[in-house]
């Protein structure tokens, strides 16, 4: 990849983030990768003002590569989607309204494709998701035996290949909850996807993977979008019997869990 050419797609749903999306903003503009961005933030009908907070970020930043995409509500999929279909780079990367990558985030993903010709999608460690006993920095192949088991893939973390778009396409529209899995899991049946031992965000300002706020704090409809992505991979016959049978258990032993840490909180 020479840098100088490179297309970066920045995919941001954005849903009542009047207060995060500058700072988001932020983070892709003081990016150390030298290349060309183009920025898609898709307004999925927000009720707050983060439509005028980003409609006055674009005109502060002329030289900033910036589209607003406004839309009726229709949940975080359709957000995405919207974006996807207006995208043009070479690379596509996604970061959710609450969440900002560190500065290298970029240039250290796009390193480590050029050294690893592989690799069509790579995720990245976080605090709520990082492998204490693993090299910082390792490279672990997920294919979908390790992806039911457990989530590797935060959005903001993840950067793919345009070919992998091309071939899977959408978000599923129709799945509110844990969709993020879902395409995950299709991503995998059909291209190479590695996870890197490497923390590149700061994760909605140090909330919790569940539980805290947003579509994952609803625990019960978390525990069913997992589910159902389990039954989608068996169905397809992309995990054995054995395998869903295992995982649906881990998944309730998780659900049990979680529950559990939150009313301890409380």
């Not at 059909?190 to 140090?206: A, E, R």
Request: proline residues 3%; charged residues 25%.
């Amino acid at each position: 990849m020479e840098e100088n050419i490179l297309l970066i797609s920045v995919v941001i749903p954005m849903y009542n983030a009047s207060e995060t999306i500058v700072r988001v903003l932020d983070s892709v503009k003081k990016q150390t990768l030298e290349c060309d961005y183009e920025v898609l933030v898709v307004n999925d009908g927000s009720k707050d003002n983060s439509k005028e907070v980003v409609e006055h970020y674009i005109l502060a930043n002329p030289s900033f590569n910036i589209k607003l995409i406004d839309k009726p509500n229709g949940g975080v999929s359709t957000a995405r989607n919207a974006g996807l279909k207006a995208s043009n780079g070479d690379l596509i990367a996604f970061l959710d309204s609450d969440d900002q990558w560190f500065p290298d985030k970029l240039e250290k993903q796009t390193k480590l494709l050029e050294l690893n010709p592989q690799i069509d999608l790579l995720g990245c460690a976080f605090d709520g998701l990082y492998l204490p006993n693993t090299p910082d920095g390792s490279l672990l192949k997920i294919d979908i035996s390790k992806l039911i088991f457990k989530n590797y893939f935060q959005p903001s973390t993840v950067i793919m290949k345009r070919k992998v778009f091309e071939e899977i396409g959408y978000f599923d529209e129709n799945q509110k909850y844990a969709e993020d899995i879902n395409y995950f899991i299709c991503v995998a049946s059909k291209f190479n996807c590695y996870f890197c031992n490497l923390i590149v965000i700061n994760y909605g300002d140090g909330k919790a993977g569940f539980g805290d706020s947003g579509l994952s704090a609803n625990l019960k409809e978390m525990h069913r979008g997992v589910n159902k992505n389990l039954k989608f991979a068996y169905e397809n016959q992309l995990i054995t019997l054995k395998q869903y049978i295992l995982a649906r258990m881990w998944e309730s032993i998780k659900y049990v869990r979680r529950i559990v840490i939150v009313r301890m909180k409380k």
